[in-house]
T-cell receptor, first 114, second 114 residues
């Protein structure tokens, strides 16, 4: 029944490791997103992706890369993890990525880098 | 570039009273969407209400209404008859004309007193 799901919910890892967070939506939406929420609760867009176009927020380091095996999935892969990557990462989806679309969020993945 | 400002980091409201959470925005886009999300202590992001820049009437969803004043660039959320379960962080967000990568404000923590 979950519309947007993410795994894992918690991820604890060492600096320098590579990790992935998985996201799946069963809403039939065409567009998916990744957001980062820092320790001060500030939310920032990282990526917007549909089957035609990837839009990257220019401030996102290239250690972060979205990977989409199909329209219902958008995974986030992070290379060479750093302490500053510790945050909550939210996946979201919307119907077609237009400005009138509502985005529905997953439950979040809390990443802790030690 | 878009900017969202929420000037109230924290607010208290008495149960059953109404409360207004402030949101001002800045954009040069002719068309845009405005959204409010709720984030309870459990961490998920819950969509509350949407207002399009061309909508003539203020949006309402149950106990939530959006006081949209386009000339003043404000989109305040009004919660009527506050309940204890309304205690949460509330985020105002904007989607630009060019797409749907949301820009979020810093959030307001609402605490409902019994």
């Amino acid at each position: 029944d979950t519309a947007v799901s993410q795994t894992p919910k918690y991820l604890v890892t060492q600096m320098g490791n590579d990790k992935s967070i998985k996201c799946e939506q069963n809403l039939g939406h065409d567009t998916m997103y990744w957001y980062k929420q820092d320790s001060k609760k500030f939310l920032k867009i990282m990526f917007s992706y549909n089957n035609k176009e990837l839009i990257i927020n220019e401030t996102v380091p290239n250690r972060f890369s979205p990977k989409s095996p199909d329209k219902a999935h958008l995974n986030l892969h992070i290379n060479s993890l750093e302490l500053g990557d510790s945050a909550v990462y939210f996946c979201a989806s919307s119907q077609d990525g237009s400005w009138v679309d509502t985005q529905y969020f997953g439950p979040g993945t809390r990443l802790t880098v030690l | 570039a878009q900017k969202i400002t929420q000037t109230q980091p924290g607010m208290f409201v008495q149960e059953k009273e109404a409360v207004t959470l402030d949101c001002t925005y800045d954009t040069s886009d002719p068309s845009y969407g405005l959204f409010w999300y709720k984030q309870p202590s459990s961490g998920e992001m819950i969509f509350l209400i949407y207002q399009g820049s061309y909508d003539q009437q203020n949006a309402t969803e149950g106990r939530y209404s959006l006081n949209f004043q386009k000339a003043r660039k404000s989109a305040n959320l009004v919660i009527s008859a506050s309940q204890l379960g309304d205690s949460a962080m509330y985020f105002c967000a904007m989607s630009p004309n060019a797409g749907n990568m949301l820009t979020f404000g810093g959030g307001t923590r609402l605490m409902v007193k019994p």
